[in-house]
């Protein structure tokens, strides 16, 4: 079912550090911050040879980071983020195996404007994934 690794997000307290300090100590090439009201965050990408890296910082009160960020104040990784040929095929399997798909369980478009779902991270090894349809 699983296809490419998509992104690795991290998600940081000041995104705008976060980036500079990718740029400046590492040489990444880094894209504009942007604002992703839907989703509660904002994110920078960082493209790499073989995926990406997705900073994510607070975009409101009801961001679903902040609490990570309470736990985790210097940040940490976040997500992961795998590719599917077809995520409602995935979502029904993954239900029928008895993992919790996070949300109404519907997909929703994500930064990269295709469908995304969150499966709950206590399911998975301790890990939150991400779902993008290829
Ligand atoms: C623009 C979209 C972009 C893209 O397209 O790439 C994105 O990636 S948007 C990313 C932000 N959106 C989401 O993360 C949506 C899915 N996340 C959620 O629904 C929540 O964050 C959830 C349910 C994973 C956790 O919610 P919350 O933090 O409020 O719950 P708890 O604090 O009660 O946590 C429950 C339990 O899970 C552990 N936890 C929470 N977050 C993570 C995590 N990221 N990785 C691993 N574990 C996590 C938390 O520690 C609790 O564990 P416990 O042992 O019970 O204390
Ligand atoms: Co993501």
């Known amino acids: 079912?699983?296809?490419r690794l998509n992104h690795v997000a991290?998600?940081?307290?000041?995104?705008?550090?976060?980036?500079?300090?990718?740029?400046?100590?590492?040489?990444?090439?880094?894209?504009?911050?942007?604002?992703?009201?839907?989703?509660?965050?904002?994110?920078v990408f960082i493209e790499?040879?073989?995926t990406k890296i997705e900073l994510l910082g607070v975009l409101?009160?009801?961001?679903?980071?902040?609490?990570f960020l309470d736990k985790n104040p210097s940040g940490g990784i976040?997500?992961?983020?795998?590719?599917?040929e077809d995520?409602?095929?995935a979502r029904d399997r993954l239900r029928q195996q008895g993992a919790r798909v996070l949300g109404d369980g519907e997909p929703r478009i994500g930064a990269h404007g295709k469908p995304v779902l969150?499966?709950?991270?206590?399911?998975?090894?301790?890990?939150?994934?991400?779902?993008e349809q290829a």
């Open 1 to 3: 079912m699983l296809g």
């Open 10 to 43: 991290i998600a940081v307290p000041d995104i705008e550090a976060a980036a500079r300090h990718y740029r400046d100590v590492l040489g990444a090439r880094t894209s504009p911050v942007e604002d992703q009201p839907e989703h509660g965050v904002q994110t």
């Open 87 to 89: 995520i409602l095929a």
């Open 48 to 50: 790499l040879p073989n």
């Open 60 to 67: 409101g009160d009801a961001s679903p980071i902040r609490s």
């Open 118 to 131: 969150f499966l709950h991270p206590k399911d998975f090894q301790g890990t939150l994934i991400e779902l």
């Open 78 to 84: 976040h997500h992961v983020c795998y590719e599917v």
